[in-house]
C-alpha cells in the first residue's frame, strides 16, 4: 500500500475529533472519494468524506453523545452528515447495493472495504486512506489518476443506468 502526505488533515483539530469520536475497537474509519482525488491532484477541497464500518445510528449516537449536530436525511443509506465548527463532514457507512433505481439505492451492510469500493461509480473515488495516511487502491485509481484517465468501476452501461 501507498501512503498520502495528509499532515494537512491530520493536524485539523475538528477532522482528528471526528476520527476519535469514531475510534472504536473492531471498526475502522478511512476518508474516502473526492477529497483524497483532490488531494492527489493537490486541488482545495473543503468537502471532506469519511468511510466506517460503524453502521449508522450507531455512528449518529457516538456524535450526539458528544454534543455534535448531525442531518440524518441520509441515514437509510447509510449516510449521517456532521456539523462541526460550521463545517459539514459526510459520514457514511460501508454498504452493498442490493436494489437501484437509477439514483436510489436499497443497501446492504458491511465491514469489507472491497466490496463497498466495488459500488462506487469510478476508480478515483474507490480511493481510500487511514488517518495515518495509508492508501488503498482497490481499482487502480492512481494510476488512473496520473495517467488522466476516468474509468468506471465494472461495467459502464451498468454503472450510468445505476446512477445515471
Not at 456532521?82 to 437501484?100: H, M, P, Q, S, V
Request: hydrophobic fraction near 35%; include cysteine.
Amino acid at each position: 500500500m501507498e501512503s498520502l502526505n495528509i499532515k494537512k488533515w491530520q493536524r485539523n483539530k475538528d477532522i482528528k475529533f471526528i476520527f476519535n469520536i469514531l475510534d472504536e475497537k473492531n471498526e475502522e474509519t478511512r476518508f474516502i472519494g473526492g477529497c483524497l482525488r483532490n488531494l492527489i491532484l493537490k486541488k482545495e477541497t473543503d468537502d471532506i468524506d469519511i468511510a466506517t464500518t460503524i453502521l449508522p445510528n450507531k455512528v449518529l449516537q457516538l456524535l450526539k453523545k458528544k454534543k455534535i449536530k448531525t442531518i440524518t436525511s441520509g441515514i437509510s443509506h447509510g449516510t449521517v452528515i456532521a456539523i462541526i465548527n460550521k463545517k459539514k463532514i459526510e459520514i457514511t457507512t460501508l454498504r452493498k447495493d442490493i436494489k437501484t433505481d437509477g439514483r436510489h439505492a436499497k443497501v446492504k451492510f458491511t465491514k469489507d472495504w472491497f466490496i463497498d469500493s466495488n459500488r462506487r461509480d469510478l476508480t478515483i473515488n474507490a480511493l481510500s486512506c487511514t488517518l495515518n495516511g495509508r492508501l488503498y487502491d482497490y481499482h487502480g485509481g492512481i494510476k488512473d489518476l496520473k495517467e488522466g484517465n476516468i474509468k468506471f468501476i465494472g461495467d459502464t452501461e451498468q454503472r450510468i443506468k445505476e446512477d445515471f
